[in-house]
């Protein structure tokens, strides 16, 4: 019933800065929650940020805290994650995902690739 769609993903150098977008679609009324995940090749999906639609609380994993921030657009039900001082280990493809019950994740969008050189 949601249909999520990524993009800003692309190459930068190490320090740089990257913001990503989702904009979700269709019936969106009962997300309460959505985030972002990443997964770098031959290694499993990790968690990176969400954000609680009713409230705006959020949530990092430590690996990124202090560099990354997620926000919202309520009226463009868009969400996004502002990526900062970026280092090689961030290079991943990074989905957007949205959650029903604030904790599980269960609509998916098809990824951004998200690359840092050197």
């Known amino acids: 019933q949601v249909q999520l769609v990524e993009s800003g993903g692309g190459l930068v150098q190490t320090g740089g800065s990257l913001r990503l977008s989702c904009v979700a679609s269709g019936h969106t009324g009962t997300t309460s929650a959505m985030g972002w995940f990443r997964q770098a090749p031959v290694k499993e999906r990790e968690f990176v940020a969400a954000i609680r639609w009713n409230d705006s609380s959020t949530d990092y994993t430590d690996s990124v805290k202090g560099r990354f921030t997620i926000s919202k657009d309520n009226a463009k039900n868009t969400i996004y994650l502002q990526m900062n001082n970026l280092k090689p280990e961030d290079t991943a493809v990074y989905y957007c995902?949205?959650?029903?019950?604030?904790?599980?994740?269960?609509?998916w969008g098809q990824g951004t690739q998200v690359t840092v050189s050197s």
């Open positions: 995902a949205a959650s029903r019950n604030g904790r599980i994740f269960g609509i």
